[in-house]
């Protein structure tokens, strides 16, 4: 294990989960949906990280890994509380308690994250029971509390989701992330439900929730314009794996690998005068069940070579403007590589 | 504008829903004209009326709901054909649907039917609306298929819904649209549900669908990206009125209406970067069946002033660009 | 405007909505608060019916002492198969008991064995499908081919086959209606957890590590219960019938207490159904309503806290 660097907070190595298909009268394991295929990255402390792909990606299901909502197939997850480390995937639940409140998530549709049978106070009273907040009177403090903090009334405690509207909502599934005191929060496409004119909202105060609790994210998201935004670092996903990993200014000015560049030319941008060329893929997104030999992205890559098909590329550093914090896994990048070997992605 | 140069003219429309023994002004005095060959946006956040007005224009509003005033007249080869007085299940406006005026969905997993096959939904509307049958049907499904990008058409004619991508969905509800080359298509957020680069083949496909058939194209959004990327008109709506209307150069350029403006600014851009300004617009919109008096933008505009209790009447500011706001005149030359 | 607009031909839906609208524009309506549940049933006129008709029957039974003098199970053998006058008002039956009073206090014991059974097999049913719906694995799938086992058999076997092991009792028939009867609200509530452990909000119980226990029974069960509802209605009106088939064959309840089915039982006798009408005619009547109004209950719940209908 790795020495406590207080900088990071949590460290993947190799993270794997594969789900089993089964099929047949007695319900054999005839293949794998390889979901997240080997995931190595550190994140930082205070840090907005964008997680971002299309479907069958495997961001969502690399969030609910990192929580445990999800067993890992294989791989280390390993939590820096800056005084101790733990590989969370080998925790008992009892274990695991001291941590799981640090980590949290909030999730994208507001119409099912609230239990549609409780009021506000009693879907967040238990969570604070198990959690040291001893009485009754206690406890509505809190939640009062935490319901100013997401900039609402607190004698919403008491209503139903249903009287909510939909930014409403996941205002208070914000604040129900934040009831356990959490350290980092997973926001698993936290603002795609919601109205465009909403999300600003919502990501305003996301980022204010932040610079108040130093917070550390991980934003999962198909839209690159929000991430652009709000993030520092971005991870671009492919088939379980990711393929691009650097600071979110980079990515926009300098995609390295042809995913990126293709999925950046082909979102639709609001602006007259910025009209790219566009590069259409051809094909589908591809299903995480049967992936390609080689590189994940090879059947739609244009650049494909020989290589491509038969040897899978590792995430490797790369030399720009005197950095050498941008990551890519492609055979075919020209650009100077950085002498540091990639075993870490910090 | 030369009369033949327009599809399709909605004038004054009114419907209104009466759910839960309330009447529900959806859509409260819409005017807009679809011209012939070009893509008209209407644009707007949930609840805004948008979706209802397509479905009124196609009749298939639900049970409890009508057109209360207001004209929707179709202008056909055959002549003008007022589309609000047609009964909305008659032959006429059957003869209509599918073939003059063809619609696609937001959805595509749950707008084919799963129990039939792709070929045969789209045979079935080929065999309701035309004179073709047998082998012909299944020759021009093949084409249609292969016209709308999806290799081996021949074997997917036999294929069922499930058996199809997203994106390949998408383009057979597409294909089953313009098998009878309607005049007129209406898509309603077809691409929200697609993932990006799926997205920007169905766009190339739309812009392909207009360049060789001369569709005309009514695009529901709510996403300002695929207002620049393909309309030629825009229309904003807001709690059932259209704020600002004009060509997407008016709109996306030279924004009048608080609500057009305050829309483009608070969505994030790609290509402006970590500084760029992001304002969210306050509050949020009200309900429908306990409106504001006068303007429905007021308690949220940042240019709000007491003539705002009155509905502002709609000024034509040049021959294309219309705006629905007291304060025109300051805004169309305020800087943003 | 044009010829046809006058000429336009205004429905029954027409004419309400033009109602609504001119209460609407005079500022005279408001969203009622409250139930919506409520509301929708109480504006669906065959469920009031089913709820009249239930409550009227449901009464008398219960306020049976007040509604008649006569004893039920008392034999005045000079009184015997006379037909209604003002004394009897439904008459007396072979061994001379007022058919009205058996009718009432029959009444009590077929609800009882309707609604209870009802009740209990809901109640495990719900209990059991709740946490095997939820945790899964091997103990749920033994427990399905239980339920599946005891589905598969044909009822009335069943409850002979018991009823011939266990004997004849009204706590004896309650138990095995209970025992074939809690497996449809098993699969019922286990098919509802199954889909409902996905949510969201449940997600999120589980990100703080909150007990099984707790998420299930607390958390998600009152989202199931609004089928459960509908079906032990259902299932009450589906008893009652058994109850009464049993009976009527001297399978159920032992003839000494008296049920509907067992004043039936003598209709068996070709000469009583060619000549004594009081004796079966109107305890068929009641036992139909009666089953029917549940049956409208049943329809109106369903259609009341169904989401996707509109109102």
Redo the contacts between chains.
């Keep these: 294990m790795p020495p406590a660097d207080t900088d990071i907070i949590l460290s993947l190595r190799g993270v794997k989960a594969y789900f089993p298909v089964k099929a047949g009268v007695f319900q054999r394991t005839v293949g794998q949906v390889k979901a997240v295929d080997g995931i190595d990255i550190d994140i930082h402390r205070g840090e907005v990280l964008g997680l971002v792909g299309?479907?069958g990606c495997g961001k969502t299901t690399l969030g609910?890994t990192i929580?445990q909502?999800v067993r890992a197939s294989a791989g280390q997850i390993i939590y820096h509380t800056g005084t101790e480390s733990a590989d969370l995937t080998t925790l008992s639940?009892h274990d695991?308690?001291p941590y799981?409140?640090r980590?949290?998530?909030v999730?994208?549709?507001p119409h099912?994250?609230?239990?549609?049978?409780?009021t506000i106070f009693g879907?967040l009273e238990?969570?604070l029971k198990?959690?040291g907040v001893p009485t009754r009177a206690a406890r509505r403090k809190v939640v009062a509390d935490l319901l100013e903090a997401v900039n609402m009334r607190p004698e919403y405690m008491d209503r139903y989701p249903h009287e909510f509207?939909g930014?409403?909502r996941q205002r208070i599934?914000i604040a129900?992330?934040l009831s356990?005191g959490p350290e980092l929060i997973v926001c698993d496409e936290a603002v795609s439900a919601l109205?465009?004119?909403?999300?600003?909202?919502v990501?305003?105060l996301l980022m204010q929730l932040r610079r108040e609790r130093n917070l550390t994210y991980i934003f999962i998201t198909?839209d690159?314009?929000?991430t652009?935004?709000?993030c520092d670092r971005i991870a671009v996903m492919y088939l379980g794996r990711i393929v691009e990993l650097c600071r979110?200014?980079d990515l926009?000015a300098r995609p390295l690998h042809p995913y990126t560049q293709?999925?950046?030319?082909?979102?639709?941008?609001?602006?007259?005068d910025?009209?790219s060329n566009?590069v259409?893929?051809e094909g589908?997104?591809p299903s995480p069940v049967n992936p390609p030999p080689g590189c994940p992205f090879h059947p739609r890559c244009r650049f494909r070579q020989p290589v491509c098909t038969t040897d899978t590329p590792p995430l490797r550093r790369f030399a720009i403007d005197g950095r050498d914090d941008h990551m890519a896994a492609c055979h075919l990048i020209d650009a100077p590589q950085a002498a540091a070997p990639a075993q870490t992605a910090s | 504008m030369a009369d033949n140069d327009i599809a399709l003219s909605v004038r004054n429309l009114k419907t209104f829903f009466y759910t839960n023994n309330r009447c529900n002004k959806a859509v409260n005095g819409v005017s807009f004209d679809i011209r012939k060959g070009k893509t008209l946006c209407v644009v707007g956040e949930s609840g805004c009326g948008k979706s209802v007005t397509a479905a009124s224009i196609m009749q298939l509003l639900p049970r409890l709901s009508r057109i209360e005033e207001g004209e929707i007249i179709y202008h056909s080869a055959r002549g003008d054909i007022r589309i609000d007085t047609l009964p909305r299940n008659g032959p006429d406006m059957r003869a209509i649907r599918g073939a003059d005026i063809s619609m696609i969905f937001q959805d595509p997993m749950t707008a084919l039917n799963p129990v039939f096959t792709v070929g045969f939904q789209i045979m079935e509307n080929l065999r309701y609306h035309t004179a073709l049958r047998g082998g012909q049907l299944r020759d021009k499904t093949i084409d249609l298929l292969r016209d709308m990008g999806i290799p081996l058409p021949e074997r997917r004619v036999r294929q069922y819904p499930h058996q199809f991508s997203g994106g390949m969905r998408q383009r057979a509800m597409i294909a089953m649209a313009m098998a009878c080359n309607p005049r007129i298509l209406i898509a309603d957020e077809p691409t929200t549900a697609l993932d990006v680069t799926i997205q920007a083949q169905i766009f190339d496909l739309m812009a392909t669908l207009r360049r060789d058939h001369g569709t005309a194209i009514m695009l529901i959004t709510h996403d300002m990206g695929v207002v620049a990327e393909l309309a030629d008109d825009v229309a904003v709506m807001y709690m059932g009125n259209i704020v600002e209307a004009g060509t997407v150069d008016d709109v996306l350029r030279r924004p009048t209406h608080p609500y057009t403006r305050a829309l483009l600014d608070s969505v994030p851009v790609l290509g402006r970067g970590k500084n760029q300004s992001v304002r969210a617009i306050p509050g949020s919109t009200p309900d429908p069946l306990d409106r504001p008096r006068g303007c429905q933008f007021a308690e949220r505009c940042t240019y709000r002033i007491d003539a705002c209790d009155q509905m502002p009447s709609e000024t034509q500011m040049t021959p294309t660009h219309r705006v629905m706001c007291w304060r025109h005149e300051e805004l169309a030359h305020a800087p943003r | 405007m044009a010829l046809s607009d006058i000429v336009r031909h205004r429905s029954h839906l027409d004419r309400r909505f033009d109602r609504i609208r001119a209460l609407e524009e005079a500022g005279q309506l408001t969203t009622p608060t409250g139930s919506r549940a409520l509301r929708k049933f109480m504006n669906n006129r065959l469920a009031v019916f089913g709820l009249i008709v239930f409550s009227v029957i449901f009464l008398a039974s219960v306020l049976a002492p007040l509604l008649t003098p006569w004893d039920p199970t008392r034999i005045n053998l000079r009184a015997i198969s006379q037909p209604p006058s003002w004394d009897h008002w439904l008459g007396t039956d072979k061994t001379g008991r007022d058919v009205f009073s058996r009718l009432l206090y029959g009444g009590r014991v077929s609800i009882l064995v309707g609604l209870g059974s009802a009740l209990a097999s809901a109640l495990i049913g719900v209990v059991i499908g709740c946490y095997m719906g939820y945790v899964g694995g091997w103990l749920d799938a033994i427990v399905m081919r239980i339920s599946e086992a005891i589905m598969a058999f044909p009822e009335i076997i069943l409850v002979l086959m018991l009823v011939s092991i266990v004997g004849q009792s009204l706590v004896n028939i309650m138990l095995i209606f209970i025992l074939g009867g809690w497996c449809g609200i098993y699969r019922l509530v286990r098919a509802q957890m199954m889909s409902l452990r996905e949510e969201e909000y449940v997600q999120a119980l589980r990100t703080f590590g909150l007990g099984r226990g707790l998420i299930t029974f607390k958390h998600i069960l009152p989202n199931t219960l609004g089928p459960v509802m509908v079906n032990i209605t259902l299932s009450t009106a589906a008893f009652i019938l058994q109850e009464a088939g049993l009976s009527f064959l001297g399978l159920g309840v032992p003839l000494s207490i008296p049920t509907w089915g067992n004043i039936l039982n003598v209709a068996q006798d070709l000469s009583v159904l060619q000549n004594n009408w009081w004796l079966w005619l109107p305890v068929g009547v009641v036992i139909s309503l009666f089953v029917l109004s549940v049956n409208f209950i049943g329809d109106g719940l369903r259609d009341a806290t169904d989401p996707t209908q509109q109102g």
């Design positions: 299309e479907s609910k929580l909502l639940d695991f308690d799981r409140r980590l949290q998530i999730f994208q549709d099912s994250s609230l239990n549609p049978a409780f879907s238990d969570a198990k959690y509207s930014g409403q599934g129900r992330a356990v109205d465009v004119s909403i999300r600003a909202q990501l305003e198909h690159l314009s929000v652009e935004y709000i979110s200014e926009y293709a999925l950046l030319s082909a979102i639709p941008v609001a602006d007259l910025k009209r566009r259409v893929l589908d997104v």
